[in-house]
């Protein structure tokens, strides 16, 4: 069974500019996490999901960041304009109510 | 509010040697508990967790965890350190089930032949 994808794996923008990372979850995960990962840091939730709906969006800065989750599967997480603290690993996980399965994260890198 | 304490952001040991990685929690409900592995440039692996039923819980790749309520801890340990076990460790918890999971700033261990 394929696991959480994530694409891309590495990004490097200038600051200012959009960026977008897309993750595919696990087949039939209903729930889906973004997360950000600083460096030497733990993941911190940014964006829950449950099928379509945003259901804990509490510490996404919505003034840069959306995120959507079209039709309850794929999603993507934009950031508009980068900031240079931007840069971190996004981690996306998926579960069935049970345990959260990550992806291998794509690491943005912003100059 | 739930948190957790990784003591130690580096731990060394030597192949064969036990393993401890340390971590306390704090939860205003009883707490499930988690630690993940990660491997360099990839996902956190669950290794094991706690949800409130036996107190020693043992996982994969021979690790396990007591659950200790008097000291709010719930360190991981393994017998003999092996050089695959390289990679950061993270302790988490959740106050609500496997949702949402607040995670420590990580252990990494480095194992030494």
């Known amino acids: 069974e394929a696991g959480v994808v994530q694409s891309p794996r590495y990004k490097i923008i200038e600051k200012k500019q959009p960026v977008a990372f897309w993750c595919n979850p696990i087949s039939g995960h209903n729930t889906l996490y973004w997360y950000l990962q600083n460096l030497g840091q733990g993941p911190e939730l940014l964006i829950r999901?449950?099928?379509?709906?945003?259901?804990?969006d509490s510490q996404l800065p919505k003034d840069r960041f959306s995120a959507e989750r079209l039709k309850g599967v794929d999603s993507t997480l934009k950031i508009q304009p980068a900031e240079l603290g931007d840069s971190a690993v996004y981690l996306c996980a998926s579960s069935d109510s049970g345990e959260q399965f990550f992806g291998p994260g794509t690491r943005l890198t912003v100059l | 509010a739930q948190s957790v304490t990784q003591l130690g952001s580096h731990v060394s040991v030597s192949e064969g040697a036990l393993v401890l990685l340390r971590c306390n929690y704090s939860?205003?409900?009883?707490?499930?508990l988690f630690w993940y592995v990660q491997y360099p440039n990839q996902g956190l692996q669950l290794l094991l967790k706690?949800?409130?039923?036996?107190?020693l819980v043992k996982g994969i790749n021979g690790f396990e965890a007591e659950f200790k309520k008097s000291e709010t801890s719930f360190h991981l340990t393994k017998p003999s350190a092996h050089m695959s076990d390289a990679a950061e460790y993270f302790c988490a918890v959740s106050g609500t089930g496997f949702q949402k999971l607040v995670f420590g700033t990580g252990t990494r261990l480095l194992v030494s032949p």
């Open positions: 999901y449950e099928n379509e709906e945003a259901v804990d």
């Open positions: 939860s205003s409900v009883p707490p499930y």
């Open positions: 706690y949800t409130s039923a036996a107190t």
